[in-house]
């Protein structure tokens, strides 16, 4: 299956007007970002777990990366309420469900394979920092490795951000509303910019929250390859 799989394209989802796809497990459904693969992919989706759902237990090859959007999602190493930034790495396992049900945004197969490195954050109890020369920015930084770069982004009413993503880039508005050129995000919608893309982010009128990821896209045929041989 592949959905969104030109990565040389700039590609543009509003992840709130798709359909639920059910998927293999009862009580869980997808809105499909991104995908180069089955079941198993490398994919970028939205996930809605029912009350009372679990998946079963199982073990992340390529790692796995989500922000909880709504509710609390569960497994045995805790609760994570909306907020939270996880990264399970490759070879973590968990048993990943929801007692009151929730939505999380979710990204497979996309980690180097070394990667051990386990992240647990909170990012609504994090501090952030202004962006030199961008006023009305400030970020919250999450993650930082030799090829990508995670952080959260806090736009003040009307503030804009301008870059080159020379290694590509990813956007999700968690909060508030956003133009990336001429296009309108709102909450829930998703951006994923190519390689040498002129990013040029402005917030509306009541600013946002926008959880960036830059540099991955470099690694992306790597990726795939490595999907391939699961």
Same mark, same amino acid.
């Given at each position: 299956m592949?959905i969104?799989?030109?990565?040389?394209?700039?590609e543009?989802?509003?992840?709130?007007?798709?359909?639920?796809?059910?998927s293999p497990?009862?009580?869980?459904?997808?809105?499909?970002?991104d995908? #180069?693969?089955?079941e198993v992919?490398?994919?970028t989706?939205?996930?809605?777990?029912?009350?009372?759902?679990?998946?079963?237990?199982?073990?992340h090859?390529?790692?796995e990366? /989500?922000i909880?959007l709504e509710?609390v999602f569960?497994d045995?190493?805790?609760? /994570?309420?909306?907020?939270?930034?996880i990264?399970?790495?490759?070879?973590?396992?968990h048993t990943?469900?929801?007692?009151e049900?929730?939505?999380?945004?979710?990204k497979?197969?996309?980690f180097?394979?070394?990667d051990?490195t386990h #992240?647990r954050?909170?990012m609504?109890?994090m501090g952030?920092?202004?962006l030199p020369?961008?006023?009305g920015v400030?970020?919250t930084?999450l993650?930082k490795?030799?090829?990508?770069?995670?952080?959260?982004?806090?736009?003040?009413?009307?503030a804009?951000?301008?870059?080159?993503?020379?290694?590509?880039?990813?956007?999700?508005v968690?909060?508030?509303?956003?133009?990336?050129?001429?296009d309108?995000?709102?909450r829930?919608?998703?951006?994923?910019?190519p390689?040498?893309?002129?990013?040029a982010?402005?917030?509306? #009128?009541?600013?946002?929250?926008?959880w960036?990821?830059?540099?991955?896209?470099?690694d992306?045929?790597?990726?795939i390859?490595? #999907?391939?041989?699961?």
């Amino acid at each position: 299956m592949k959905i969104a799989a030109d990565f040389s394209q700039r590609e543009i989802v509003h992840s709130q007007t798709l359909p639920w796809v059910p998927s293999p497990m009862a009580g869980v459904d997808r809105r499909a970002l991104d995908r #180069v693969g089955d079941e198993v992919a490398r994919a970028t989706t939205v996930v809605r777990y029912a009350p009372g759902s679990q998946f079963s237990p199982h073990v992340h090859a390529g790692g796995e990366e /989500f922000i909880v959007l709504e509710g609390v999602f569960q497994d045995e190493h805790g609760d /994570f309420p909306v907020g939270s930034y996880i990264r399970n790495p490759p070879t973590s396992s968990h048993t990943p469900g929801s007692k009151e049900g929730c939505v999380i945004m979710v990204k497979l197969w996309q980690f180097q394979p070394e990667d051990r490195t386990h #992240v647990r954050l909170q990012m609504n109890a994090m501090g952030k920092v202004a962006l030199p020369h961008t006023p009305g920015v400030e970020v919250t930084p999450l993650y930082k490795d030799a090829i990508e770069e995670v952080a959260l982004y806090h736009f003040g009413p009307n503030a804009s951000l301008h870059f080159i993503a020379l290694d590509g880039a990813e956007l999700f508005v968690l909060e508030g509303d956003i133009t990336e050129q001429q296009d309108p995000l709102g909450r829930h919608s998703w951006a994923r910019l190519p390689m040498h893309h002129a990013v040029a982010i402005t917030a509306g #009128v009541k600013g946002a929250k926008v959880w960036v990821k830059t540099g991955h896209l470099k690694d992306v045929d790597n990726q795939i390859e490595r #999907v391939s041989g699961a």
